[in-house]
């Protein structure tokens, strides 16, 4: 079946600094990527939808310059969370989207771990 | 707007017990709902959906029916096994909109 690969799994970053979270479709092409994010406890909240060679859509009181997305390939979506704070410490996890599932399959990576110390 | 209620857990049980999960929903247009799974360190995984009402999802014993009257759709298992620990999300999309809405998620703990 359709994979997701996400990657790092888990990051430890100092304050200031930019981290990148990768994520990949494996075996497919992923028309539209979707970024969420997750606190403890508390849903999986969506950030940003990102269309492949288009620039994303942020929901609303999502920073997109701090939260840069980029979708430059059918198989490959990124987030660079700049400049981060301790609390941008959280878990963060994509989700593809192959139309040819009819529209019903997303695919989710295995999370990110963000801790800003 | 959207949104989706979920019971809190963590929700304990001994093998072989009968588990719902309640789950209620908010939505504008003509949601599809869907339950999620996370087992520990593993990706949310599609545990079954249902696309209109009175539809019921199933898989791997799970069943779920979409009830517009009461806007729910509870998950359910008749037997439950110590390899279904795992986080569940209650989910849905909603015409125009592709995302997913999530709910918080319900932990479920088997015990032997």
């Known amino acids: 079946g359709a994979v997701v690969s996400q990657h790092p799994s888990r990051v430890i970053c100092k304050s200031g600094t930019s981290v990148k979270i990768e994520c990949r479709s494996l075996?497919?092409?992923?028309?539209?990527m979707f970024w969420y994010r997750q606190f403890p406890k508390q849903s999986l909240m969506l950030m940003a939808t990102?269309?492949?060679?288009?620039?994303?859509?942020?929901e609303q009181g999502v920073e997109k310059d701090k939260f840069l997305i980029n979708h430059a390939s059918l198989t490959l979506s990124t987030l660079t969370v700049t400049s981060a704070h301790p609390e941008d410490s959280s878990f963060y996890i994509c989700?593809?989207?192959?139309?040819?599932?009819?529209?019903?399959?997303?695919?989710f990576g295995s999370g990110t771990r963000l801790t800003v110390v | 707007g959207n949104s989706v209620t979920q019971m809190e857990g963590p929700v304990t049980l001994s093998e072989e017990a009968f588990l719902t999960i309640n789950c209620t929903y908010t939505?504008?247009?003509?949601?599809?709902l869907f339950w999620y799974v996370q087992y520990p360190g593993e990706g949310l995984q599609l545990l079954l959906k249902?696309?209109?009402?009175?539809d019921k999802g199933s898989n791997k014993g799970f069943e779920a029916t979409y009830r517009k009257e009461t806007t729910s759709f509870h998950l359910e298992k008749g037997s439950v096994q110590v390899s279904d620990s795992a986080v569940y999300f209650c989910?849905?999309?909603?015409?125009?909109?592709?995302?997913?809405?999530f709910g918080s998620g319900t932990r479920l703990q088997v015990q032997p």
């Open positions: 989700s593809a989207s192959d139309q040819g599932q009819g529209n019903y399959g997303y695919t």
């Open positions: 075996d497919f092409q992923a028309t539209t």
């Open positions: 990102s269309n492949e060679g288009s620039k994303a859509t942020y």
């Open positions: 939505a504008t247009g003509y949601p599809s």
């Open positions: 249902a696309t209109k009402a009175d």
């Open positions: 989910a849905l999309t909603d015409t125009g909109r592709r995302a997913l809405t």
